[in-house]
């Protein structure tokens, strides 16, 4: 074969490959999506949703039915998006900065109002400690890049103590919750609904929370390929989200009663969430994207992502018409 061959061979096997893909894309469009498959936490917004079964009225109509999955964090549903065993989910702000440092293939749909008064670092009173500053060279139980680890850095910071001053124990809610009932570590940082359980369970001291000293946002997450391949789809998620928003924020008395039976929490526990959480679902802006750029690049210079990134890579563009 001739060197002249072999590049129209090249150029003719690389444009039946590209045409294979396109052909591939739309096929999939044509097919329609089947199931939604949506992965979501014991709190917040799409709990709510699932209750009141918004999304599955606004995707019947096409024909597409809903299967719900529950994580214990954000990072193992960033990790399910990546490999498409779930194509939407909510986490916090700080699982989809390691998610997208790590290569995953994610993109931001929407934002919410951030976890607030539901988040913080919590010790028992009667451990001794009594700020920020006598957590150096104690043991703090927290999830791995998950929302309440941005609240341990910047809380930290904000007192004026490094890091490396603490020894972070990496847990899972359940796990640390454990580990913090039998006094395996000294202190937790953790969100709501587990936040709650434990205020409920023991008499606390909070020494930060999130309200007090982040300004960020949590965020509807999508696999990028079922966001380009179904974006109709998507939006109408994103509309019954709000609808659902729209109903907790005017019906407190009635929202813990709706989260306790979808997740089977304590009433008094998601009593306590539902009375300080937040409910809105918002366009991610130029200023949200500047917020959460500080974050990954706080989390880049502290070692804890292996290189830096850009978030506007990966927030989705809906379609115009």
Known sequence: MTEISRRLFGTAALATLTLSLVAGAARVRAEGLGTLKIGYQKTGLPVIARQQGVIEAALKPQGTSVSWVEFSAGPPLVEALNAGSVHVG???????????????AIVYAAAL???GKGEGIVVKKSSGIKTL?????????V???????NLVVVALEKAGIGFDAITPVYLAPAD????????????WAVWDPFLAIAETRYDLLTLARSSEVLDVKTYFLANRDFAAAHP????AVLKA???????SASHREQLAAALHEVTGVPLEAQTLAANRAEFGIFKITDEIVATQQETADRFYRLGLIPKKINIRDAVWTPPTN
Do not use: C, M, Y
């Open 232 to 235: 109709q789809e998507l939006q």
């Open 143 to 149: 999830g791995k890049g998950t929302s309440a680890h």
């Open 133 to 141: 500053a006598d957590l150096k060279g104690r043991k703090l139980a």
């Open 241 to 247: 989200l709000g609808t659902a928003a729209d109903w």
């Open 176 to 187: 640390a919750a454990a580990a913090f009932a039998n006094d395996k570590v000294d202190a």
């Open 90 to 104: 909510w986490t916090g702000d700080a699982p989809p900065i390691f998610g997208q440092s790590s290569g995953a």
């Open 113 to 115: 109002p951030p976890n």
